[in-house]
Every structure is written in C-alpha cells, then in structure tokens.
C-alpha cells in the first residue's frame, strides 16, 4: 500500500485537526496515512504561558519523525503553522537536519506537500505554503498543491482557508477558531490527492531513479 507521511507541529491543536482530515483523504484515495510530529524546542514553561500546555499532552502522544520514517514514505505532507509568513522554527529545524538526506537523494521524486495555519485570514499563509515548496524542491521532490479541483477554496459566503498551494485554516487571533467544514474539505481533498499522485508515480519510481543515475 501507497503510505503517505504527514509530518508536522501543531501548539493550539490547529494544525493537528488538519492532519487528522489530511490522513482521512489519504485512506479515501487508498493509502496508509502515517502521523508524525517535529520535536518542540520551546521550554515548557513558555509554552504553559502561552496557554498551549493543555494541547501539549496530547500532541506528546504522536511519535516523533525520524529519518527512516522519510525514507520509507511514498509521500510526504508537511504541516506548519505559519510564523510571520513562514514556516514555525520547529519546522525549519527539522528540515535544516536533513542535508543527509539531500546529499543522497534520498526524497528525489517523491510527491511533497503542504498545509498550514494563522491567525488570520491574511496572515501569510499563502507565503508559508510557498517557501515550504521550496526546501522541497531542493529534496527533488515533486511538488502537489490544493488544485481548484476542490472547488471550496473558491466560496465567498464564508471566512475560509485553503488556497492552489496546500490546505490551511484560520485559527483567529486568539487561538478560538476551529478550522471549519470547508477546510477540513480541503484537507481531506489535498490528503485524497497526495495519496493518488503517489500511487501511480510510485509504481514508476524505482525505474525513474535507476534510469537518472540516482
């Protein structure tokens, strides 16, 4: 079976609801959904300040990303919040910590993808998605947005996320909004999308490397 890593940080829950309705597109377009979390590097005693201590526990429980659960992936959806329209430096950390990984190629030709969240409707999530496609171009990865096949990234009756570049939610500027219907559509949709791409590129994969010289 196709497995599709969902790897990602999440401080208020947010972003972890949206795993959650990524790894549910990813069964419906028949892969294995494999949650994991980026390490925390924020003391707990600032994130208890912050009024994230709540979340933490349970974030706790998702097991840690390791570099074999890279390796090992069909694919990969990488899900941050977005930090003054970039990714979280949870999220860049683990990513600068795998150059090993980029000197042997080992992501070259794999779908990556992105989701994210702020909080508010333009807080740079567009930008957050966008420089994340980068450090995945560097991997050779093969870059899958949110295409407007989801037609909900569209809709003007309502506050919503979502855009071509990846799935994402609105959190407010108090950590009170949950991501909604429409979004939570457009995360299950991306998941279903990732989880297609990969199956059919994957059945090719091991001929494409060989024949590039990889």
């Known amino acids: 079976m196709t497995t599709v890593l969902i790897v990602y940080y999440s401080l208020f829950g947010h972003v972890h609801r949206m795993a959650e309705a990524i790894a549910e597109g990813v069964r419906l377009g ?3 959904p494999i949650l994991r979390r980026v390490p925390e590097t924020l003391p707990e005693e600032v994130i208890e300040k912050m009024g994230a201590s709540d979340f933490l526990e349970e974030f706790s429980k998702i097991p840690l990303c390791t570099r074999e659960d890279l390796t090992d992936a069909d694919a990969i959806i990488f899900g941050t919040p977005t930090r003054f329209g970039n990714m979280c430096g949870q ?8 150059g090993g990984l980029w000197q042997r190629n080992v992501l070259l030709g794999k779908v990556g993808s992105a989701f994210t969240s702020s909080g508010t ?9 966008l420089s994340t496609h980068i450090t995945l171009l560097h991997h050779g990865m093969v870059i899958a947005g949110l295409p407007y096949g989801f ?21 407010g500027g108090a950590n009170e909004r ?8 457009g995360a299950c949709w991306q998941g279903k999308y990732v989880a297609i791409l990969a199956r059919r590129l994957s059945e090719d994969y091991g001929a494409m490397r060989e024949e590039l010289g990889v």
């Open 121 to 129: 409707q333009h807080g740079g999530q567009e930008s957050t998605l």
């Open 91 to 98: 999220m860049r950390q683990f990513l600068d910590a795998t």
């Open 151 to 171: 037609s909900g990234q569209t809709r003007n009756d309502e506050l919503t996320g979502c855009s071509p570049y990846g799935a994402s939610t609105i959190a």
């Open 178 to 185: 949950w991501p909604s219907e429409n979004e939570r559509a």
């Open 30 to 32: 028949g892969g294995e």
